[in-house]
């Protein structure tokens, strides 16, 4: 793999580090095998009454069965949807849904599952569900790994991670959704082939995904060159926070893995 690194604000120390080195970083953190570790907050501002009729009205037809994650490993997306889709993809933390609804549109055969425990991004999605239903979309209001640990191998194509929450203190550096132990169950539930993108506009955030999923013996970054991270992918959907808080993704930082194996979708993301 190439490594041009051009005008970067990743040290390009770093950059080379997380291509050549495959060990595990010591701080590597990790979170319960199992059950829920949730630690942002679930709820914001009181919910509208349009809000809250939404939720009551729309959960339940876009809501993935809580039934069906409770055995590990044994859910399969297609059995979420009423029609078969050609391609499987999860969105974590999908916040207010912007980036969930508009590739949902825009890409009629993939189904879209996404798993946001806040309940006024859950609202706002359903909101817009409501006025734009999509089939192809399934949802869970909980923490992520419940559903990462439930879905069986080799049965998506895709994994968002956009923007994940930063955690900046030493001591929650192990409530980082990217560590090893979720990266070992994203590897297990991606297809050969299949895709992890990433996003964040925090420097030091950026730097541990880089390294932890480089250092990861089972996933390849596909840049070639600084531009290829620095720059959102051709056709990118930009999220509320990339709009609005990461002030239109001046630091912004794309990262786009694969899992080693069989080629995966080469559609752009
Ligand atoms: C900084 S926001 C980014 C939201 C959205 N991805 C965007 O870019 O606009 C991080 C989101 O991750 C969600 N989140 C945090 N922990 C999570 C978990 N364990 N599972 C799923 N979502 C989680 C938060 O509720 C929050 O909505």
Known sequence: MAASHGKSWISSKTFKRSLADRK????????????????GRRIGRPLSAHKKDVLKR???TYEIPPETLVQPGTLNPENLFKKKYSEYWFEIGFGYGEHLTELSLRNPKTGYIGAEPFI?????????LDKTPAENIRVMMDDAMLLARA????TLDGIFILNPDPWHKTRHHKRRIVNRDNLDIFHRILKPGG???????????????VTHVASHPGFEWTAKNAKDWQEPPLGWSA??????????AKKMCYLLFRKKGMKGSEKSP
């Not at 595990?24 to 630690?39: D, I, M, Q």
């Not at 992890?196 to 730097?207: K, P, Q, R, Y």
């Not at 999220?239 to 808080?245: D, F, I, M, Q, S």
């Open 120 to 128: 006024n991004g859950m609202a706002a999605l359903l909101s817009d």
């Open 151 to 154: 879905l069986g191998k080799n």
């Open 239 to 248: 999220t509320r926070y990339e709009t609005k808080r990461a002030k239109n």
């Open 24 to 39: 595990t970083p010591k701080n590597s953190g990790g979170s319960a095998p199992h059950g829920r570790s949730l630690f």
């Open 58 to 60: 729309l959960l339940p």
């Open 195 to 209: 895709r992890l993108i990433m996003t964040s506009d925090v420097e030091a955030l950026s730097e541990w995904m």
